[in-house]
């Protein structure tokens, strides 16, 4: 079975400054991860994915992501924190081998604070 | 180009009314999904559409049913509510069901079941 587990429920970080959102993930398979984000009231907006290659992943909005096979984690990042990051995070994960639903982590909410 | 649209924004039901939530997507894909959102829980698959014509259950399906009425339009009803319904209702769509495919997220309907 797949899952994906998000440790931290928020995250408040100084405009600026950098900020981690932690994810760790758990499959039988090959790892495929994902990262999105929600606004306040709007739907999930497709961050960066990790499908294999290279370990940085460089996504949308400054954001990246560092896939870690030895630790199974898949933490998002960005070197200087805007308060329009404010939002809720949400990793995901599927397996390549024996599931084809997406699992989504419970969510962290990340506030920068000005 | 819209992406995916979801109607009604907002819906308050009374236990036993039924009720379709309705979605539809204008970037060609093949495989579309309902998903529902609840604090705490991320989101859990309930449906999903891997091309039209074809549909299978999620991990949460009971007390759901849906249609692809064709490529574009994915819906999902609800033939008698429950409270245990009362949740954020989420459509996606992705060009397949792959495992590498990303999933694009309407706004969402948010559902009061009382």
């Known amino acids: 079975a797949q899952s994906v587990a998000q440790p931290e429920d928020q995250v408040n970080v100084a405009e600026g400054n950098p900020l981690t959102v932690k994810c760790t993930y758990s499959v039988s398979g090959n790892p495929y991860l994902f990262w999105y984000v929600q606004y306040p009231n709007r739907g999930l907006q497709f961050l960066l994915k990790?499908?294999?290659?290279?370990?940085l992943v460089k996504g949308s909005y400054g954001f990246e992501a560092e896939f870690n096979k030895s630790q199974t984690s898949f933490h998002l990042k960005k070197p200087s924190a805007l308060v329009s990051d404010s939002a809720l995070y949400f990793c995901a994960v599927r397996d390549s081998g024996s599931a084809r639903q997406l699992t989504f982590g419970s969510g962290t909410q990340l506030t920068v604070l000005p | 180009n819209a992406g995916v649209t979801q109607t009604p924004k907002f819906q308050v039901l009374k236990t036993g009314q039924s009720m379709t939530l309705q979605c539809a997507q204008d970037m060609n894909h093949n495989s579309m999904y309902w998903y529902r959102q609840d604090p705490g829980m991320g989101l859990r698959l309930i449906y999903y559409?891997?091309?039209?014509?074809?549909?299978d259950k999620g991990e949460v399906p009971n007390g759901y049913n849906v249609s692809r009425l064709n490529k574009r339009e994915f819906s999902l009803r609800l033939e008698s509510a429950a409270p245990s319904q009362t949740s954020v209702y989420f459509c996606?769509?992705?060009?397949?069901?792959?495992?590498?495919?990303?999933?694009?997220f309407g706004p969402g309907t948010r559902l009061t079941v009382l």
């Open positions: 990790y499908i294999t290659g290279d370990n």
């Open positions: 559409s891997a091309s039209e014509g074809t549909t």
């Open positions: 996606a769509s992705s060009e397949a069901v792959a495992d590498t495919d990303t999933q694009y």
